[in-house]
């Protein structure tokens, strides 16, 4: 993606952020004020986007909430992109039915090593602040992390979600280490003194964690953005390596053209609006091409392919 930094009329700008943007929370209006007291003071919103090195190789679905944190930074915002590697340990409890398994410090930081290079097919990190968030959660005392949980209510955590069906299912179990994450995930949010936080649908109950955290600290509560999940090549399932539907971020240009090529004809909507920036116009005028019978929806498909691995590959 080029870089394309500008300051456009709040409204224009909001409507370039809303492309990717499943939610506004606590509403759109609140996003509204937020630029419009930003602007009036000249300055740039800090809008952050956590992810945890969980793996070496993002998938396309990971590549949505940086493609939003790009367009506010080419908005002229700050892009703060927080690296979860003390996160990463403990293990995110979002949309999982059973504990994610904790990764060990040597398994983040080898996970980590390709993580930069990937992101920064999507963001400009020369002009991003990149920050790991064992800078300050590591320095906790356990008296700070008391204090810090007695913010929180168990009734509250328990509003997450994830924690409610399991404590539904009398053969799941819920365990005290994945009551911090939100906690954590919330603090990251006082640490950087996010403005806007971005996430997929699955961090909504994460990221209004954040607001809560702000507020017990001092802060304005951040605005939540999130953005839909990207739904496989096939199936009703969203991407997802442990279903093989999926194309790797750090894959070579000819293996992601030939791994999308195979994607359901019904998913050509969806990626076209959320994997590239081709005007949503111009894709409704494609997609109607095909359905009238005047396109083949292959060579509709390979037009599309060929602009999300064009994006990738800065060509």
């Given at each position: 993606?080029?870089?394309?930094?500008?300051?456009?009329?709040?409204?224009?700008?909001?409507?370039?952020?809303?492309?990717?943007?499943?939610?506004?929370?606590?509403?759109?209006?609140?996003?509204?004020?937020?630029?419009?007291?930003?602007?009036?003071?000249?300055?740039?919103?800090?809008?952050?986007?956590?992810?945890?090195?969980?793996?070496?190789?993002?998938?396309?679905?990971?590549?949505?909430?940086?493609?939003?944190?790009?367009?506010?930074?080419?908005?002229g915002h700050q892009a703060v992109l927080v690296i979860g590697n003390y996160?990463?340990?403990?293990?995110?409890?979002?949309?999982?039915?059973?504990?994610?398994?904790?990764?060990?410090?040597?398994?983040?930081?080898?996970?980590?090593?390709?993580?930069?290079?990937?992101?920064?097919?999507?963001?400009?990190?020369?002009?991003?602040?990149?920050?790991?968030?064992?800078?300050?959660?590591?320095?906790?005392?356990?008296?700070?992390?008391?204090?810090?949980?007695?913010?929180?209510?168990?009734?509250?955590?328990?509003?997450?979600?994830?924690?409610?069906?399991?404590?539904?299912?009398?053969?799941?179990?819920?365990?005290?280490?994945?009551?911090?994450?939100?906690?954590?995930?919330?603090?990251?949010?006082?640490?950087?003194?996010?403005?806007?936080?971005?996430?997929?649908?699955?961090?909504?109950?994460?990221?209004?964690?954040?607001?809560?955290?702000?507020?017990?600290?001092?802060?304005?509560?951040?605005?939540?953005?999130?953005?839909?999940?990207?739904?496989?090549?096939?199936?009703?399932?969203?991407?997802?390596?442990?279903?093989?539907?999926?194309?790797?971020?750090?894959?070579?240009?000819?293996?992601?053209?030939?791994?999308?090529?195979?994607?359901?004809?019904?998913?050509?909507?969806?990626?076209?609006?959320?994997?590239?920036?081709?005007?949503?116009?111009?894709?409704?005028?494609?997609?109607?091409?095909?359905?009238?019978?005047?396109?083949?929806?292959?060579?509709?498909?390979?037009?599309?392919?060929?602009?999300?691995?064009?994006?990738?590959?800065?060509?």
């Amino acid at each position: 993606m080029a870089t394309t930094t500008r300051r456009l009329p709040i409204t224009e700008q909001l409507g370039a952020i809303c492309r990717g943007t499943e939610k506004i929370l606590p509403d759109e209006a609140a996003l509204l004020a937020l630029m419009e007291r930003a602007d009036a003071e000249n300055r740039p919103l800090r809008v952050k986007l956590g992810i945890d090195p969980t793996t070496h190789d993002l998938t396309l679905g990971h590549t949505i909430p940086l493609r939003n944190l790009r367009r506010f930074q080419d908005l002229g915002h700050q892009a703060v992109l927080v690296i979860g590697n003390y996160t990463a340990t403990v293990g995110d409890p979002s949309g999982r039915s059973k504990a994610r398994p904790p990764l060990t410090h040597e398994q983040v930081r080898a996970n980590a090593e390709t993580f930069r290079e990937q992101a920064g097919k999507i963001l400009d990190l020369e002009h991003a602040e990149v920050v790991w968030n064992s800078e300050w959660l590591s320095k906790l005392t356990l008296q700070e992390l008391i204090r810090i949980c007695g913010q929180v209510s168990v009734k509250r955590m328990l509003q997450g979600e994830y924690f409610g069906r399991r404590m539904e299912d009398p053969e799941q179990t819920i365990f005290m280490h994945e009551m911090f994450y939100p906690i954590m995930q919330g603090m990251d949010s006082v640490a950087i003194r996010a403005d806007v936080e971005l996430g997929g649908t699955d961090q909504e109950f994460n990221c209004l964690m954040g607001r809560d955290m702000q507020r017990q600290n001092g802060q304005a509560p951040q605005v939540v953005v999130t953005s839909p999940l990207l739904l496989g090549l096939t199936g009703p399932e969203k991407m997802s390596k442990s279903l093989n539907n999926y194309v790797g971020v750090g894959w070579p240009a000819q293996e992601q053209f030939n791994r999308l090529m195979t994607m359901a004809d019904d998913r050509m909507a969806g990626y076209y609006r959320l994997l590239t920036d081709v005007p949503l116009w111009e894709v409704e005028r494609r997609l109607a091409a095909v359905r009238s019978g005047e396109r083949d929806p292959r060579d509709a498909k390979k037009d599309l392919v060929t602009h999300i691995v064009a994006g990738l590959h800065g060509e």
